[in-house]
């Protein structure tokens, strides 16, 4: 997982809560970034940050927030969580801009 | 290669036999490339990049492959083994040019192609 850790690796939750999926890595890695995965979709990036406070959206960023308040950790939150947001959440960090990302174990996330 | 849909492209070989795993791109500006592999309920693992500056690159039983009149890369793997089994997908930053020179753009994923090794 070169050092990226998220939590939880499951959850399910109902549609209408609050939802917060945590990311944390040891290499000092300065971009980190947060995917869903979906059948028949390729990796979708949601947010990224390239910096401690400094977080930019991705292709997919409605319905979602991130949050990054110390290097180590990239935090995304589903305001209001829907069905749609039913999906796997992987974090990523690298070094460089869309560089040579390294994944974590992803979350496996239901919707009910 | 790679496409979109719920069917991944399939790839079987036996143990020992070399691998050849495809994926074409379609931004002629597309200035970087990276494969990973990906095993069921894991996380993408990094297996090599490759710059557009350069056509082939070497890893650990490893080999990327990259044609840019055609826009096409591949991965060769190896004495392929059990272990190898999983999906692979490539991706590719597509660079952007404006008045300033080049920025770095997006990052793509394909879908990935499913390979089986068999014992």
């Known amino acids: 997982d070169a050092g990226i850790t998220q939590s939880p690796r499951h959850k399910v939750t109902e549609t209408g809560t609050p939802v917060t999926l945590r990311c944390h890595q040891t290499?000092?890695?300065?971009?980190m970034y947060w995917y869903r995965q979906d059948p028949g979709h390729g990796l979708r990036l949601i947010h990224y940050?390239?910096?401690?406070?400094?977080?930019d959206k991705g292709e997919v960023s409605d319905g979602y927030s991130v949050s990054r308040s110390k290097t180590e950790d990239f935090l995304l939150t589903l305001e209001s969580a829907t069905s749609s947001q039913t999906s796997v959440y992987f974090c990523?960090?690298?070094?460089?801009?869309?560089?040579?990302?390294?994944f974590g174990s992803g979350t496996q996330l239901s919707v009910l | 290669g790679e496409s979109v849909g719920l069917h991944l492209p399939t790839l079987s070989v036996q143990e020992g036999d070399n691998s050849i795993i495809n994926c074409a791109y379609s931004n002629s500006a597309s200035d970087y490339f990276i494969w990973y592999k990906q095993e069921s309920g894991k996380g993408p693992q990094f297996i090599i990049d490759i710059r557009s500056n350069m056509d082939k690159r070497q890893g650990q039983r490893v080999t990327v492959l990259l044609n840019k009149t055609v826009k096409h890369l591949s991965l060769q793997i190896a004495a392929t083994q059990p272990g190898d089994s999983a999906v692979y997908f490539c991706?590719?930053?597509?660079?952007?040019?404006?008045?300033?020179?080049?920025?770095?753009?997006?990052?793509?994923f394909g879908q990935g192609t499913i390979l089986t090794v068999h014992p």
């Open positions: 991706a590719e930053r597509r660079g952007t040019s404006n008045a300033g020179g080049t920025s770095y753009g997006k990052l793509t």
């Open positions: 940050s390239y910096g401690v406070k400094d977080t």
């Open positions: 990523a960090a690298g070094t460089g801009y869309n560089e040579k990302l390294f």
């Open positions: 290499e000092n890695h300065r971009y």
